[in-house]
């Protein structure tokens, strides 16, 4: 199965978001910002970073990449999206997911391992783990504080589309210790810290992050959607 | 040349941690008199034509806010407020 790791200029993490997937048993295509033609894969992984230097707000520029174009068509048609960091900055300012990520209410970058509660597991890309599973990986952001109006909160919690809270500690004042949510579909999920970064024990806090590639990996043979990668 | 402002501000149930940064500064350089300091961005557009207030509209709207936390307004600047 082929998951797609797409590069913005100022992207960071690209390289350890391709390595996990190859670590989680996917091959790992590289897809570069300006190309719209995304390869036949199966899933994609937006990584974290500074895309286009973060300028006008972090994910506001990158949303118009010609890449992204496609992965909004995809995504609205089931393609498993996956955004972490800037990717799940990238995420909302596409309006793939709802509310916004804004700076940390401390104004201080955060870069630590972080405790984190898994609560949605129907999605695509944690349907590996159980239900209020405690896991481990690092957190480093200066702009992950979620916030969204209390309609919008209320409904993703009433939908059971909040993917992992902060527990021990909210790093960055996300409302409701949010860290990661999904859409309505449960094919697009956008999450602040990295699970790129717990997939080695020589590297990690943990190895938890793993869970989210091989959750997708399970899901698209579950599904048998494959968007004509090999196997 | 004709330029269009866009002023961008949060909305006002946005916390603005910069804006409390710099007003929590202010009472070292003996300002007390002040509740709120509220941070924004300004935006100047110059078009080679005529200045298109609906075109700058889609633009503010599209890309230089985000509307789930931000609100616009848009303006024509006239040449004698350029200078200044």
């Known amino acids: ?231 | 040349m004709a330029r269009v402002v866009v002023d961008v501000m949060l909305k006002p149930e946005i916390l603005d941690p910069q804006g409390q940064a710099v007003a929590n500064a202010l009472p070292r350089l003996g300002v007390t008199d002040v509740s709120s300091v509220r941070i924004g961005r300004r935006i100047e557009i110059d078009f080679t034509g005529e200045p298109d207030l609906d075109r700058a509209r889609e633009i503010a709207d599209k890309l230089l806010a985000n509307p789930v936390i931000e609100d616009f307004e848009i303006r024509v600047e006239s040449a004698a407020a350029e200078v200044a």
């Open chain 1, 1 to 231: 199965m082929r998951i797609g790791v797409v590069t913005f200029p100022g992207s960071l993490d690209d390289g350890d978001a391709a390595r996990a997937a190859r670590i989680a048993g996917a091959e790992a295509v590289r897809l570069w910002h300006g190309d719209p033609d995304l390869h036949g894969v199966d899933a994609v992984v937006l990584p974290g970073g500074f895309s286009y230097g973060d300028y006008l707000r972090c994910g506001a520029i990158a949303r118009f990449a010609p890449v992204m174009e496609s992965i909004i068509d995809a995504a609205r048609g089931g393609l498993p999206v996956l955004g972490i960091c800037n990717g799940f900055q990238v995420l909302c300012e596409a309006h793939l997911l709802p509310g916004a990520l804004t700076r940390n209410q401390h104004l201080h970058f955060r870069n630590r391992d972080q405790w984190l509660k898994v609560e949605a597991t129907n999605t695509a890309w944690t349907n590996g783990f159980t239900p209020g599973q405690e896991i481990l990986i690092p957190v480093k952001n200066g702009e992950g504080c979620f916030v969204a109006d209390t309609k919008t909160l209320d409904a993703l919690e009433a939908e059971g589309r909040v993917i992992a809270r902060y527990i021990n500690g909210n790093p960055n004042g996300s409302q409701r210790d949010i860290a990661g949510i999904t859409n309505e579909a449960g094919n697009v999920v956008g999450i602040m810290p990295h699970p790129e970064h717990a997939v080695e024990a020589l590297t990690g806090p943990s190895l938890d992050g793993l869970g989210f590639f091989t959750s997708v990996l399970r899901s698209l043979a579950t599904d048998g959607q494959l968007a004509g990668g090999q196997q």
